[in-house]
């Protein structure tokens, strides 16, 4: 499994040997399914999407 990630900083798992979903880029880290979702836990802090943060730090 490799971790993935789309334009507005969400996480995913997808499979390692797949090409990624459509709007979707490698994030550097692959593993066992369950490595990948506890990077995951650590890494994705903030679950808003990237353009909500933006916005609400522009106010």
């Known amino acids: 499994m490799k971790v993935v990630l789309n334009e507005e ?3 995913s ?3 390692a040997d797949r ?3 459509s709007g979707w880029f ?3 880290f692959s593993g ?3 490595e990948c979702l ?3 836990e650590r890494v994705w802090t903030d ?3 990237k ?3 933006e916005a609400m730090n522009s106010e």
């Open 13 to 15: 798992i997808w499979p």
């Open 32 to 34: 066992t399914k369950e």
């Open 47 to 49: 679950m808003r999407p």
């Open 38 to 40: 506890e990077h995951i």
């Open 9 to 11: 900083e969400q996480y």
């Open 51 to 53: 353009s909500l943060r």
């Open 26 to 28: 490698d994030a550097g």
């Open 19 to 21: 090409e990624n979903p």
